[in-house]
C-alpha cells in the first residue's frame, strides 16, 4: 500500500520536513511504499474558480503546471499525509492551493478522493496549530476520507530550521503513523478491531 506526503512548507530543510519523515519513515518501516513531495519545488498556482472542472467532469483542472503530477500521486495512493507550517493559524498557500484544486476536481468528477485515509500533521512556533490542524482535517472530511487516527494532536513546535523535534510532538506523530498503519489494514481487513 501506498502512502504519499505533501509537504507545503516553502522551507526545503525546515520542520514540516523533519516531522512529515518522522511519520514517512515510521510507515515504511512498517512496509508501506512511501513518498515525500517538496511542494515548494514545483510551485503551482490558486485555484482561479474556472469551472471547467466542473463542467468537465474529466479528473482534470485546466491550469497546466505541476498540479496534473500531484493529483495523479493522490489518485495511486492508498492514504494522503498533509503536512504545514502554520502560518497565521492556517494551512501555507502552497498547501491551500493544492488542497482547493484538487478537491474541486474530486469532487466534480465523482468524490475521486473518497475513502483515502487521510493524515495532517502541522508545525508551529507557538499557537495556532490546532486551527491549522482543524483546516486540513475539514477539507478531508468534505472530500469524503477517513482520517487517521492519533493519540494527541500531531503539531510540532520549532521554530529556527531543523529546530521541529520537540519530544512530546514526535511521539504524537508516531502515534499518527501507527494509527494509520492500523487503519490501512483495517480497511484491508488485516487488522484485529
Ligand atoms: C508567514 C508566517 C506566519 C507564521 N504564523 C505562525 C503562527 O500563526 N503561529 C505559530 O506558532 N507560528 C507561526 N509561524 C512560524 C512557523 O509556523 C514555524 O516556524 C514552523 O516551524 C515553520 O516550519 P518550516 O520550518 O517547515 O518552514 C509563521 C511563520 C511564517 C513565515
Known amino acids: 500500500m501506498k502512502v504519499v506526503g505533501f ?34 519545488q ?14 468537465n467532469m474529466d479528473g482534470n483542472c485546466i491550469i497546466v503546471d505541476a498540479f496534473s503530477e500531484h493529483y ?13 507550517p502554520c502560518y497565521f493559524g492556517g494551512v501555507t498557500a502552497q498547501l491551500k492551493g493544492l488542497m482547493d484544486r484538487a478537491g474541486n476536481v474530486a469532487r466534480s468528477s465523482g468524490d475521486q478522493l473518497s475513502r483515502k485515509v487521510g493524515l495532517g500533521l502541522v508545525t508551529e512556533r507557538r499557537e495556532g496549530g490546532l486551527a491549522t490542524l482543524h483546516q486540513i482535517h475539514d477539507f478531508m472530511m468534505a472530500s469524503g476520507m477517513v482520517v487517521a487516527p492519533s493519540d494527541g494532536w500531531p503539531i510540532i513546535r520549532g521554530h529556527i530550521l531543523g529546530e521541529g523535534k520537540d519530544s512530546e510532538g514526535v511521539e504524537y506523530l508516531e502515534s499518527l503513523a501507527d494509527g494509520a498503519a492500523w487503519l490501512l489494514r483495517a480497511l484491508d481487513g488485516q487488522a484485529q478491531f
Do not use: K, W
Request: proline fraction near 3%; hydrophobic fraction near 40%; glycine fraction near 8%.
Open 72 to 84: 495523479a500521486r493522490m489518485l495511486q495512493a492508498d492514504a494522503i499525509v498533509f503536512a504545514s
Open 42 to 55: 514545483t510551485p503551482m498556482d490558486a485555484c482561479d474558480s474556472c469551472g471547467a472542472c466542473n463542467r
Open 7 to 40: 509537504n507545503g512548507s516553502p522551507r526545503m530543510l525546515g520542520n514540516t520536513g523533519l516531522a512529515l519523515d518522522v511519520v514517512l519513515e515510521r510507515l515504511a518501516d512498517e512496509g508501506f511504499e512511501t513518498e515525500h513531495v517538496y511542494l515548494c
